[in-house]
């Protein structure tokens, strides 16, 4: 019964190669982000897709790539990581309806590059 | 332009006495405010919300918040820790017709419940 989920938990990997972080949500929301979350604990938003479509696109590397195959799905592909990019990312969900103001975080995903 | 400022990046108290984070925001809109908190390795989990209706508003745990227009304020509190209430919390902003949904966070308060 999990609300928002993503996989994986934990992500190690070299530089110069490329992953991706998945996220699902299953309640029923219309809008999904993704947070990057730095050392110093700082969350800053770097997209957000409404309904499969793209609404919010902050100053992000276009190495950063998110998809988003159907509105309960919001994935993140990164190309030709950069041990800058190491950081944990936080996918979220809210409705664009009724308790919009809410959001629904997932447990994290830590990217950590060597 | 909108920005969230939490007044301390630590605040360490003993449990059983009264938690005080403080949280001053700018913003351009009549805003919502929130309080998430953070447990290590742990994802964000909603405390409470104001969205302009009653602005004395009570969260989950014992937490609550008071919005304070004149003071541009959302302080959060507590009477009595508890050594679980020891975590990150962050205060955050959503102003009024902002882009669905975007939000701005606060940098965060680290908060020590000592025995």
């Known amino acids: 019964d999990t609300a928002v989920s993503q996989t994986p938990k934990y992500l190690v990997t070299q530089m110069g190669n490329d992953k991706s972080i998945k996220c699902e949500q299953n309640?029923?929301?219309?809008?999904m982000y993704w947070y990057k979350q730095d050392s110093k604990k700082f969350l800053k938003i770097m997209f957000s897709?409404?309904?499969?479509?793209?609404?919010i696109n902050e100053t992000v590397p276009n190495r950063f790539s998110p998809k988003s195959p159907d509105k309960a799905h919001l994935n993140l592909h990164i190309n030709s990581l950069e041990l800058g990019d190491s950081a944990v990312y936080f996918c979220?969900?809210?409705?664009?309806?009724?308790?919009?103001?809410?959001?629904?975080f997932g447990p994290g995903t830590r990217l950590t590059v060597l | 332009a909108q920005s969230v400022t939490q007044l301390d990046s630590h605040v360490s108290v003993s449990e059983g006495t009264p938690v005080l984070l403080r949280c001053n925001y700018s913003?351009?809109?009549?805003?919502?405010l929130f309080w998430y908190v953070q447990h290590p390795n742990k994802g964000l989990q909603l405390l409470l919300k104001?969205?302009?209706?009653?602005?004395l508003v009570k969260g989950i745990n014992g937490f609550e918040a008071e919005f304070k227009k004149s003071e541009t304020s959302f302080h959060l509190t507590k009477p009595s820790a508890h050594m679980s209430d020891a975590a990150e919390y962050f205060c955050?902003?959503?102003?009024?017709?902002?882009?669905?949904?975007?939000?701005?966070f606060g940098r965060g308060t680290q908060l020590t419940v000592w025995p």
């Open positions: 979220a969900s809210t409705p664009t309806s009724g308790n919009a103001d809410t959001q629904y």
């Open positions: 309640l029923g929301h219309d809008t």
């Open positions: 897709y409404n309904n499969k479509e793209l609404i």
């Open positions: 913003s351009s809109y009549s805003p919502s």
């Open positions: 104001y969205t302009s209706a009653a602005t």
């Open positions: 955050v902003v959503r102003p009024r017709g902002s882009t669905l949904g975007r939000l701005y």
